[in-house]
């Protein structure tokens, strides 16, 4: 993010002077990004195409607002969030019987596997860490996952993260070292499981 900070600059100066072609060029620039974000906090390719619309849409009625000296891509991130946040409020997803985690391209994690043959006990834990890693993560608060997902897969800094969410340093590490602590507790037996076939003759 930092890295499209200059870029950023100049086309969102020209956006606020009307320019359409600068805010279609910021948003090819962000889709993807702000996509992944929604997809990975919703698990839902729809929810996250609309979520992005929304964000974007959003974005433009409020570009009088953006403040230069700001990170208008930390900027898109917390109105994304918040407009995900939105989703899963108003559609109780954290309710619904926990998915199997995928990637926002639908490949399933298990996708990263190595393509060898495996054992069908390591096939069988594999889909086991799969299931509690979807049940943890649909456990998490709507803070808590996309502070997650920032971290963990975004890999923001944690005054990124905080700016994109609305949140203080305190409060961001904290919501961060609660997701975390949920992930290792759901993820503990199949844990001491890899330890134990480590340990096999």
């Not at 456990?139 to 700016?163: K, P």
């Amino acid at each position: 993010m930092e890295r499209m900070e200059g870029r950023d600059a100049a086309d969102v100066d020209r956006a606020r002077a009307g320019d359409m072609d600068a805010f279609r060029v910021l948003v090819e620039r962000h889709s993807h990004p702000l996509f992944r974000l929604a997809y990975r906090i919703t698990r839902n390719e729809q929810d996250a195409e609309d979520i992005v619309q929304d964000a974007f849409l959003k974005a433009y009625r409020r570009l009088h607002q953006f403040e230069s000296r700001a990170n208008f891509g930390s900027w898109l991130y917390r109105i994304a969030a918040n407009c995900a946040f939105d989703t899963l409020r108003a559609r109780g997803r954290r309710e619904e019987q926990p998915r199997e985690w995928e990637q926002p391209d639908g490949e399933a994690e298990s996708a990263r596997l190595p393509a060898t043959d495996p054992a069908p006990d390591r096939l069988l834990h594999a889909s086991e860490v799969r299931r509690r890693l979807g049940a943890a993560m649909a456990r998490l608060s709507a803070v808590e996952r996309s502070a997650f997902v920032l971290r963990h897969f975004e890999e923001m800094s944690i005054r990124e993260i905080g700016a994109a969410l609305g949140l203080d340093t305190s409060a961001t590490k904290q919501s961060i070292f609660r997701a975390v602590r949920k992930m290792r507790e759901a993820l503990r037996p199949v844990a001491s499981f890899s330890a134990v076939e480590r340990g096999r003759p």
